[in-house]
């Protein structure tokens, strides 16, 4: 087993048994502090009193046509409004304050506890009220995603010596037709000064074109 590829497995273990802090330490540093970063930054924006206007909007973007821009600004202020918006923007921190207190690090942490499906999926069995999934069929597609993944590793290349992408198959379905998130996908690390660390991975088997991933390509020269 090459080095990298004990890393991944050792972080995909991390998640599996929902050790959360164990799983962002064998991330590199440069995704917790970029992901802090935009976190700071949208926090900073929806905490402005004022909001976007429609002037501002159409500041960015000229070729916006003034009724469209009244509407979004309308309906952000609508939103900035509504105190319980901040749990969908914010999920897993209570306030700015608890955010400040919080380091990149652990930060990470809680953002690969509240995004991971299996969370997700139980909080919609446990209040069905909330969820819009309401027939057998998307129950038993709810109990698949709160079970979790089942992985196999297939391999690992070398893109540098510094450079490595594990590749491994991933099953979430039960029966033997498979379902719509099986699929195959790859895991990016890049060797530095504290090891190997990913730089690039899915939440959990959740593919990367669904929202709640962290992702930080690699870049030429060892940078992030």
């Known amino acids: 087993m090459s080095a990298p590829e004990g890393v991944a497995r050792e972080l995909l273990s991390a998640l599996d048994r929902e050790d959360w802090t164990a799983?962002?330490?064998?991330?590199?540093?440069g995704?917790?502090?970029?992901?802090?970063?935009?976190?700071?930054?949208?926090?900073?924006?929806?905490?402005?009193?004022e909001g976007p206007t429609a002037e501002s909007l159409q500041g960015g973007y000229p070729d916006m046509p003034r009724e469209v821009a009244e509407y979004m600004a309308s309906k952000a202020a609508a939103e900035h409004a509504d105190l319980s918006s901040w749990s969908s923007y914010f999920p897993g921190v209570a306030s700015p304050e608890e955010f400040d207190a919080l380091s990149p690090l652990a930060y990470l942490a809680r953002y690969l506890e509240v995004a991971d499906p299996r969370n997700r999926a139980r909080e919609q069995l446990q209040n069905p009220s909330h969820s819009d999934l309401d027939q057998p069929a998307?129950?038993?597609?709810?109990?698949?995603?709160?079970?979790g993944p089942v992985r196999s590793f297939l391999g690992t290349v070398f893109e540098a010596e510094d450079l490595a992408h594990v590749t491994y198959r991933i099953t979430w379905s039960t029966g033997a037709e498979g379902g719509v998130l099986d699929h195959v996908d790859i895991l990016s690390l890049r060797e530095g000064d504290g090891g190997w660390k990913a730089v690039g991975l899915e939440l959990n088997g959740i593919p990367r074109n669904m929202w709640f991933w962290v992702h930080m390509p690699p870049l030429p020269g060892g940078q992030l």
């Open 23 to 29: 799983a962002a330490a064998l991330i590199h540093p």
């Open 31 to 49: 995704v917790a502090d970029k992901l802090y970063a935009e976190t700071r930054e949208r926090m900073e924006y929806w905490q402005r009193p």
């Open 138 to 147: 998307d129950e038993e597609f709810l109990q698949q995603m709160a079970r």
